[in-house]
C-alpha cells in the first residue's frame, strides 16, 4: 500500500480489525520511510459494477461517490457516523446482489432514496430535491404533500 503522504510503497500493517458491521476490514498502517500514520478499509466487491447514466453513458461505479451524495444530504443532521457507513454499505450490497453488471442511475437514486427515507426525513428531502430537479418551492409542497399521504409513510412511520 503507498503511503498518502510520501509516496513511498514501504507501508507496514499496525493494526487489523473488522468494521462495526463486519462489512470491511479497518487496518492501521506506518510508513516506513516518512513515519506517518493512516488508515485503510478493505472490502469485499462481489462484481465489477457500472453505472449507466439517463444518457446512456457508462462510468464506472464508484463507491465514494455515492457516499458523498448521502454525506451532502445529511451535513449537519443529528446521524451517527456508523449508521451512515451502515446505510452506504448496504446500498452498495443490494447494487451488487442484483445479478447485472450494469447498473442504471435511477436504481442508484432510488435505492439512497429509499435508505434516506427511514434515516432521516430532512436528508431525504435535501436528496430528492436534486435527484428529482426541484425548481421551485412549490415543488417541495408537492413532495412533501406525497410522503404524508402515501400509504409506504404510513408503514415506515408504524417501523419507527
Known sequence: MQCPFC???DTQVKDSRPTEDNGAIRRRRHCVSCGARFTTFERVQLREL???????????FDREKLAR???ISLRKRPVEPEKVEHVISAIVRQ????GESEIPTGLVGQKIMDAL????QVAYV???SVY?????????????????????????????
Open 7 to 9: 509516496s513511498n510503497d
Open 50 to 60: 457500472t453505472v449507466v447514466k439517463s444518457n446512456g453513458a457508462k462510468e464506472p
Open 69 to 71: 451524495s448521502v454525506q
Open 95 to 98: 447494487l451488487e446482489s442484483t
Open 117 to 120: 427515507h427511514s434515516l432521516d
Open 126 to 128: 435535501r436528496f430528492a
Open 132 to 160: 428529482r430537479d426541484f425548481r421551485e418551492a412549490s415543488d417541495f409542497e408537492d413532495f412533501i404533500g406525497q410522503i404524508g399521504s402515501s400509504p409506504q409513510a404510513d408503514d415506515r412511520k408504524l417501523d419507527k
